[in-house]
């Protein structure tokens, strides 16, 4: 591809997302990263010491004067995600915003305003959507492998890494968040969330989310950052058939259970609630291993140049901090059940 027709972009933040960002950009054959900007020199010297054709900008300014910088992706704490996604935009810079896509849902309304507004493309990278492991689970889903839907039971769990500006929801619910997004495409019709707080007294770093999408679909979540194991899995019960998804495991992330209960159909028997229970076979299917970020970032470069929305689009960020925000006010509530 010609340079002409290349993505020019610049990765704004260099702490713990942003050298993925600016690895997986440069390996990208259809953009070219032209700078990084953080406030840390030091920081972005360390960041870019392997892209030496890449400028180092300190100030967020300069970049945006740039005429050479087609787009923007943001890996910056979360309460900067607004201010500096809204001054990109008004520079008419499409972006990419690191998850969640504002601290606010007034806040991500207002993106999602000035990007329609503009014709700008703004994307939220939510990385797990991308993954093929979640994919595959939308199409069981969707295809009817796994039958009606009774519960869905995600754990994220782990001994780190405790952020500074916001909560374990924030932080790690928010992957899960996306995730039953992407599955359903819609809001739960209400949610209960409890946390607490043991190391900042401001900031929950253990929670429980009890979310009810209707029609008898329960999904639980549960995150937390003081446990001594790291545990990713997510289980979705059916009444055909189930499904456990470990992230942590490479070989066979996704398992498949003919496993079950069935209840008798005659009047009689459904009245007695006589129940059998289903034991077959458990079966593992094929996965392709590639790196979702890269996916993320070929989806933005088709969005920009075609104006199609892409999957993490601004209206699924919008969803998702609606979410987390209510979350937020029912852990305030001592777990009170917000309707969404």
């Known amino acids: 591809m ?17 050298p993925n960002l600016l690895r997986n950009f440069v390996a990208c054959p259809h953009t070219r990263l032209v700078a990084a900007c953080d406030r840390d020199a030091a920081r972005l010297q360390k960041a870019l010491s392997a892209y030496p054709g890449v400028e180092a900008i300190v100030e967020f300014e300069q970049l945006l004067a740039r005429t050479d910088i087609d787009a923007v992706a943001i890996a910056t704490p979360v309460a900067t995600h607004e201010p500096l996604a809204t001054a990109a935009l008004e520079t008419g810079k499409h972006v990419l915003v690191e998850k969640p896509l504002a601290s606010t849902a007034r806040g991500a309304e207002r993106l999602l305003r000035l990007a329609q507004n503009r014709g700008l493309t703004l994307m939220v990278d939510h990385t797990f959507v991308y993954s093929g492991a979640i994919e595959l689970i939308k199409r069981l889903v969707e295809e009817g492998e796994l039958g009606e839907l009774y519960f869905i039971d995600s754990v994220r769990i782990n001994l780190g890494l405790l952020q500074h500006d916001i909560n374990v929801v924030w932080d790690l ?7 039953l997004d992407f599955l359903f495409g819609r809001l739960p019709r209400s949610l209960a969330a409890t946390g607490s707080c043991h190391v900042n007294p401001e900031l929950e770093d253990v929670a429980y989310l009890s ?25 979705i019960g059916g009444s055909r058939k189930s499904l456990v998804y470990n992230n942590l495991d490479p070989v066979e992330p996704i398992k498949i259970f003919d496993r079950g209960v069935e209840v008798g159909e005659s009047p009689e028997e459904r009245a007695r609630i006589l129940v059998s229970y289903r034991t077959g076979d458990v079966w593992s299917p094929h996965v392709p291993l590639i790196e979702p970020l890269q996916r993320v970032i070929l989806d933005f470069v088709k969005s920009v140049k075609t104006g199609a929305s892409p999957r993490s689009d601004g209206e699924s960020g919008l969803r998702v901090v609606r979410v987390l925000e209510s979350a937020q006010r029912s852990i305030k509530a ?7």
């Open 2 to 18: 010609n340079d002409a027709s290349m993505l020019r972009v610049a990765v704004v933040g260099c702490g713990y997302w942003g």
């Open 173 to 179: 619910a928010t992957h899960d968040i996306s995730i």
């Open 211 to 235: 979310l009810d999408f209707g029609g008898n679909l329960l999904a639980s979540v549960h995150v937390n950052w003081l446990s001594p194991v790291k545990i990713r899995h997510l289980i």
């Open 334 to 340: 001592q777990g009170g059940r917000i309707i969404l």
